[in-house]
C-alpha cells in the first residue's frame, strides 16, 4: 500500500486539467454543454439540492450558492489538516480558498475509480457512464463477476489506470479526470496521500474507517455532491437507514444472551489462523447494536481488528456460540475441512455460522458497507432465523 506511484516528482511540475462540463477554464461561460451555467449571477444559489450529514464523524458539507466545500478527516494522516474539496457549478466563477484544496467543476463527467466501495455508490447514483478509467483490480472482477461487468458495460470502455498502489500517471494525465475516487484506508497507507502529492485529482473514500455501519452507508452522499446527485442519495440512505431500524427493532432484546465473533480463517485471503474483529470495528459495533456479546473484543482495540495465534484464538473464542466468517462459503469450508484445529471452536464444530456467498462475493464486498442495512439482516438471520421465517441471506449464508 506504500508504493509510490510512479514518476511521482514528474507529476508535480505537470498540470492536471480537470476536464469539466465547461472545459478547462473555469470562469468561461460557454454553455456548451448541458448542466452548465449560461448566465452567471453573484449571490444566486445553484444547489436547489442538497445534503445534510447526519451519521458521519468523518466528513461534512457546506453550500455557499455556486459552490459547496467538503471537509473531511484525513483517515492517512490523522494528524494533519482536513482535506477539503471545493466543488463549484460549471459555468461558474472559481471560488477562492485558503490552504490544499482541490476545486472540482460539478456535476463531474470523467472520474476514475479505484475504490470499490465507490464504485458500489456511482453505480447506485446510475453514474457510472462518467467512469472512464479503473484500477486493474475492478476491472480484473469483471471477468468473473457479472454485477462488476455491468458496472464496466455501462461505463463502455474504461482504461485500467493501475492499481491504487501504483497508478499509471500516462493513463491518468490521458483520461483528465477531474476527480479519482480512492479509498482512504487509514494511518500506515498513503494511497490517497501519495496521488495528491503527486499532482493527481485523488479523494479520499474512507467510509470503511467510520466507527457505525449508517455513518458508512451516509458515504454516498458524499460521492453525490460531486454529481450534484444530492436528491438520489438522500433518498437512498433514508430508505436504507428504514430497513437498518426495522432490523434493529424486529432483533433487539431477542439474541441478548449470544457470544458471537466475526473472524476469517483463510490462509489465502491473508487470515493465516484467524483475524478477528474486537468492539472498536464498524462490525463489532454492529454486534453491539444487535446487543449481542463479542468474544474477540479483549485486548482488540484496532479499526480493523487483529490476526490471532491458535492459543490466543482458541482461548478468546471459548465461549462463541455463532460466527459470521467474511470468506466466501466455500473457502471457509475448505479451511475447517483441512484444519482439523478448527474444530476447537464450537460453531463451527456444530455448524452454526454463515459466511459470505460464493456466487457474488464480490459484488457483495463492494456494497457491503453501503446497503448496511443487508449486513445486519443477514447477521439477524444468522443469529435467530426464527424472527425472519423463510428469509435468506444476501451476502452471507448457513453452510448446508
Request: proline share 4%; hydrophobic share 40%; glycine share 10%.
Amino acid at each position: 500500500m506504500k508504493k509510490v506511484i510512479r514518476s511521482a516528482v514528474a507529476l508535480l511540475v505537470l498540470p492536471i486539467a480537470l476536464a469539466g462540463c465547461g472545459g478547462s477554464d473555469a470562469s468561461s461561460d460557454t454553455g456548451s454543454t448541458a448542466g452548465c451555467v449560461t448566465d452567471y449571477a453573484e449571490g444566486k444559489d445553484y444547489f436547489p439540492d442538497k445534503s445534510t450529514v447526519e451519521e458521519s464523524e468523518l466528513w461534512d458539507i457546506s453550500y455557499h450558492g455556486s459552490y459547496k466545500t467538503i471537509t473531511l478527516t484525513d483517515t492517512e494522516n490523522a494528524e494533519g489538516d482536513k482535506l477539503t474539496y471545493v466543488l463549484y457549478q460549471c459555468g461558474t466563477p472559481r471560488p477562492e480558498a485558503a490552504g490544499d484544496a482541490l476545486f472540482v467543476e460539478v456535476p463531474v463527467t470523467n472520474v476514475s475509480v479505484t475504490s470499490f466501495n465507490a464504485l458500489a455508490m456511482v453505480d447506485r447514483l446510475g453514474k457510472n457512464d462518467t467512469i472512464k478509467g479503473l484500477s486493474g483490480e475492478l476491472l480484473g472482477w469483471a471477468e468473473k463477476d457479472d454485477w462488476y461487468a455491468g458496472v464496466v458495460s455501462d461505463a463502455g470502455t474504461p482504461m485500467s489506470i493501475g492499481e491504487y498502489t501504483d497508478l499509471n500517471r500516462e493513463a491518468i494525465l490521458g483520461l483528465e479526470n477531474q476527480v479519482i475516487l480512492m479509498s482512504g484506508f487509514g494511518q500506515g497507507f498513503d494511497d490517497v496521500s501519495g496521488a495528491r502529492a503527486a499532482g493527481l485529482p485523488g479523494v479520499s473514500v474512507s467510509n470503511r474507517m467510520e466507527r457505525h455501519a449508517l455513518a458508512s452507508a451516509e458515504w454516498i452522499k458524499m460521492i453525490a455532491a460531486f454529481y450534484n446527485a444530492e436528491a438520489a442519495a438522500n433518498t437512498e440512505f433514508d430508505a436504507i437507514r428504514s430497513r437498518f431500524d426495522d432490523v434493529v427493532a424486529t432483533i433487539s432484546g431477542k439474541v441478548d444472551d449470544r457470544e458471537v465473533g466475526y473472524l476469517c480463517i483463510n490462509a489465502e485471503r491473508g487470515c493465516e489462523f484467524v483475524y478477528a474483529h474486537g468492539d472498536e470495528t464498524l462490525v463489532g459495533r454492529l454486534f453491539t447494536e444487535l446487543g449481542v456479546s463479542n468474544v474477540f473484543a479483549g485486548d482488540n482495540p484496532a479499526p480493523n481488528g487483529k490476526p490471532y495465534d491458535f492459543e490466543e484464538s482458541i482461548g478468546a473464542g471459548a465461549g462463541a456460540d455463532f460466527f459470521v466468517v467474511y470468506d466466501p462459503m466455500t473457502m471457509a469450508q475448505d479451511t475447517l475441512r483441512t484444519d482439523p484445529r478448527m474444530s476447537q471452536f464450537r460453531p463451527f464444530k456444530e455448524g452454526d455460522f454463515i459466511a459470505g456467498v460464493d456466487e457474488n462475493f464480490d459484488e457483495c464486498r463492494a456494497k457491503t458497507y453501503l446497503d448496511v442495512d443487508v449486513l445486519i439482516r443477514d447477521v439477524a438471520i444468522g443469529l435467530a432465523p426464527d424472527l425472519f421465517p423463510d428469509a435468506k441471506g444476501t451476502c452471507f449464508a448457513r453452510s448446508t
